[in-house]
Nanobody, 121 residues
Framework: QLQASGGGLVQAGGSLRLSCAASRRTTSNNAMGWFRQAPGKEREFVASIGWKSSTVYADSVKGRFTISRDFGSGTMHLQMNSLKPDDTAVYLC?????????????????WGQGTLVTVSS
C-alpha cells in the first residue's frame, strides 16, 4: 500500500528526490511522513506533512530537505539537498493515524518498505 523509491548513491553535497506512492485508502485524510534508519541505529523521524500541507521537520534536516504531497495521486515526495554522509540510511515512508503531521513513530500505522540512500564523502 506504500511504495518508496528514488534512493541511490550520491556524493556529499548532492541531491536526491524520494517518492512514496500510496493508495487513497491508505492515506485519505491522513498525514504522511518519512523516517530513516541507519545500520545499528534506531529509526528516526525525518519529516511529516499533514492533510492540509502543514509540515514538521527534524532539526537535522531543516533547510535541506523539503517534503511535499500530491493529493490527487496520493504520492509524497522528499527533496533532499546538500546531502551529508550522516544522511546515509534506509528511508521509509509511512501513513499516520491522524491528519496532523507528527514526529512520533507510534502515530503511524502503515509503513512501506524502505529505499536506501548512500551519501559518500
Amino acid at each position: 500500500q506504500l511504495q518508496a523509491s528514488g534512493g541511490g548513491l550520491v556524493q556529499a553535497g548532492g541531491s536526491l528526490r524520494l517518492s512514496c506512492a500510496a493508495s487513497r485508502r491508505t492515506t485519505s485524510n491522513n498525514a504522511m511522513g518519512w523516517f530513516r534508519q541507519a545500520p545499528g541505529k534506531e529509526r528516526e523521524f525525518v519529516a511529516s506533512i499533514g492533510w492540509k500541507s502543514s509540515t514538521v521537520y527534524a532539526d537535522s534536516v531543516k533547510g535541506r530537505f523539503t517534503i511535499s504531497r500530491d493529493f490527487g495521486s496520493g504520492t509524497m515526495h522528499l527533496q533532499m539537498n546538500s546531502l551529508k554522509p550522516d544522511d546515509t540510511a534506509v528511508y521509509l515512508c509511512a501513513a499516520a493515524r491522524g491528519s496532523l503531521p507528527t514526529s512520533q513513530i507510534n502515530g503511524y500505522h502503515y509503513w512501506g518498505q524502505g529505499t536506501l540512500v548512500t551519501v559518500s564523502s
